[in-house]
């Protein structure tokens, strides 16, 4: 998937729990996000990053923190994890290009499914 | 607050007809629309748009934005049950990340 490895694939955890969940490109994109994509809603924007060490929240940021300590390595964490939280994880990569067509393509990661029972 | 939405949410066709997918958005410092297909797993793109009035297009693919009346629609000819998917539709703005629509659920039948 374009050189972008998401990791566990599929993960069960109970109410309560800490789980963190890997995104590792070899791209050397700059920009890093994490989405949730639940049914009825869409793909929604948990965290992105765009630089090391520079994070900033999205519209469902609740509940979740985010860690980018090398380009490469993008971490979500979820401190205590909910039912509400049941749903499948995106992390994409982005060059973006702001320059004539301000060109903002993401490439997606194969997607991690967490259950939380 | 920047929207997207899609319509319809879902849609079944039988093999060979023609479906539009619309996407209308209200979106603050506009700077493109992407069309995204998913199947099982990842979003793969498929365009990005950001003049009015210029057809992009793909085999039976293609792509078509107004920016006047903020809608983009996606048509795709000669379905095939290989079309079947989740066509999600993202607009970028001056800021870092896309901002989806729901998707349009495409089911095309033999």
């Known amino acids: 998937d374009a050189g972008i490895t998401q990791s566990p694939r599929h993960k069960v955890t109970e109410t309560g729990t800490p789980v963190t969940l890997r995104c590792h490109q070899t791209?050397?994109?700059?920009?890093m996000y994490w989405y949730r994509q639940d049914p009825g809603h869409g793909l929604r924007l948990i965290h992105y990053?765009?630089?090391?060490?520079?994070?900033d929240k999205g519209e469902v940021s609740d509940g979740y923190s985010v860690s980018r300590s090398k380009t490469e390595d993008f971490l979500l964490t979820l401190e205590s994890a909910t039912s509400s939280q049941t749903s499948v994880y995106f992390c994409a990569i982005s060059p973006l290009d702001r320059g004539a067509t301000g060109a903002n393509v993401l490439t997606f990661g194969a997607g991690s499914r967490l259950t939380v029972l | 607050e920047d929207k997207v939405v899609q319509s319809p949410l879902s849609l079944v066709v039988h093999e060979g007809d023609t479906v539009t997918l619309n996407c209308s958005y209200e979106?603050?410092?506009?700077?493109?629309l992407l069309w995204y297909k998913q199947e099982k797993k990842a979003p793969t793109f498929l365009f990005m748009l950001t003049s009015s009035g210029i057809e992009k297009k793909s085999g039976r693919l293609s792509s078509i934005l107004d920016k006047k009346e903020l809608f983009s629609i996606l048509n795709i000819t000669a379905t095939q049950t290989g079309d079947s998917a989740i066509y999600l539709c993202?607009?970028?703005?001056?800021?870092?990340?896309?901002?989806f629509g729901k998707g349009t659920s495409l089911l095309v039948t033999p």
């Open positions: 979106v603050t410092n506009f700077r493109s």
């Open positions: 990053s765009y630089g090391v060490k520079d994070t």
């Open positions: 791209e050397n994109h700059r920009y």
């Open positions: 993202a607009v970028s703005n001056s800021g870092y990340a896309l901002n």
